[in-house]
C-alpha cells in the first residue's frame, strides 16, 4: 500500500478519466486493374446445360448401372441426366450420385447441343 502525503490533489484515479475511444480500423482498398477487352473467338462464352424449371441434373458417379423408377438408364457411357427433383433427390442420397461438376456440364451441353 502506498500513502500519498500532500499529493491527494494530484491524484488520478482511473474512475476520473474517460475511456480512451477505440482505434477505426483502417481498410484499405487495391486499385481495380482494368480489364483488357478481347475478341469473342479468342475466349469463346462457354456454353453451360441448365436444368429447366423443376428438374435438376444428377452424375452417376460409380458403378455399372442404375436403372431409375421412371426408366433412365445411368452407365458408364450416360452418366448425367436431367432428372425430376423427387426422383433426383433420391438419388443424390445415394452413395454413388452427385451433382455434375461445371465441366461436366459443359462436356454434357457439347454433346447433347
Same mark, same amino acid.
Given at each position: 500500500m502506498v500513502l !500519498?502525503?500532500?499529493m491527494s490533489e494530484n491524484v488520478v484515479k482511473s474512475q476520473d478519466v474517460a475511456p480512451a475511444p477505440a $482505434? $477505426?480500423?483502417v481498410k484499405t482498398v487495391a486499385p481495380k486493374e482494368k480489364i483488357e477487352k478481347t475478341n469473342s473467338d479468342e475466349n469463346p462464352k462457354r456454353k453451360v446445360a441448365k436444368p429447366k424449371s423443376g428438374k435438376k441434373f444428377v452424375y452417376f458417379d460409380s458403378g455399372s448401372a442404375?436403372?431409375?423408377k421412371s426408366g433412365f438408364r445411368f452407365t458408364r457411357e450416360n452418366r448425367i441426366y436431367e432428372l425430376d427433383i423427387d426422383e433426383a433427390d433420391h438419388l !443424390?442420397?445415394?452413395d454413388n450420385f452427385r451433382l455434375p461438376s461445371? !465441366?461436366?456440364l459443359e462436356d454434357y451441353y457439347k454433346e447433347n447441343n
Open positions: !500519498l502525503i500532500g $482505434k $477505426k480500423a442404375y436403372v431409375t !443424390l442420397s445415394l461445371q !465441366l461436366e
